[in-house]
């Protein structure tokens, strides 16, 4: 029997092709962010997590300070799991097992990772952004017809869902 796009078993497959793909190492990671990286061990990160719940071994963990949760509450948590490195604001969080990079904003340094672990994919892309009170879904909606059916790849993220190269996910 032939499996579907949607099985558990391509999903899984999916997973760890895109986690062999996506590899930075650390050093590329703290030079991103203007840190010394002589002072980091050269290790290779396969993953990027904000929530410690989520990561796996060889991912870096970034510790964000919320309103009513602290990243940093969760840095033990997220080396149990496999982190292999910590991005945090510097709060004193004890002596780590793994090496841990202060930065003054970690909300900003996601961005700045994310933008390095991924290859700066927005250098590729046209956004286009939607405001106002009345008419975005339907704004948006005209405009990834008219793009698509002109054979522009595109994708739709909105309050209805997200609509991506044979995605669809209704929020």
Do not use: C
């Not at 010394?36 to 929530?51: H, Y």
């Amino acid at each position: 029997m032939a499996e579907s796009r949607t099985g558990d078993n391509f999903e899984q497959r999916l997973h760890l092709h895109r986690r062999i793909e996506m590899t930075k190492s650390l050093h590329t990671i703290a030079h991103s962010l203007f840190q010394p990286s002589r002072k980091i061990p050269n290790v290779t990160v396969t993953g990027v997590k904000l929530n410690s719940s989520q990561v796996e071994d060889g991912d870096l963990f970034i510790a964000i300070p919320g309103t009513n949760v602290d990243g940093h509450d969760f840095i033990s948590d997220a080396i149990d799991s496999g982190a292999i490195a910590i991005i945090s604001n510097g709060r004193d969080v004890g002596k780590l097992s793994v090496p841990q990079i202060k930065v003054a904003n970690p909300r900003r340094a996601a961005s700045i990772v994310a933008a390095e672990y991924y290859e700066h994919p927005t250098k590729d892309l046209i956004v286009l952004g939607i405001t106002g009170t009345n008419g975005k879904t339907t704004t948006a909606s005209l405009l990834f017809s008219i793009l698509n059916n002109a054979g522009h790849k595109t994708a739709q993220l909105g309050t209805l869902g997200t609509i991506a190269d044979g995605f669809n996910q209704e929020a």
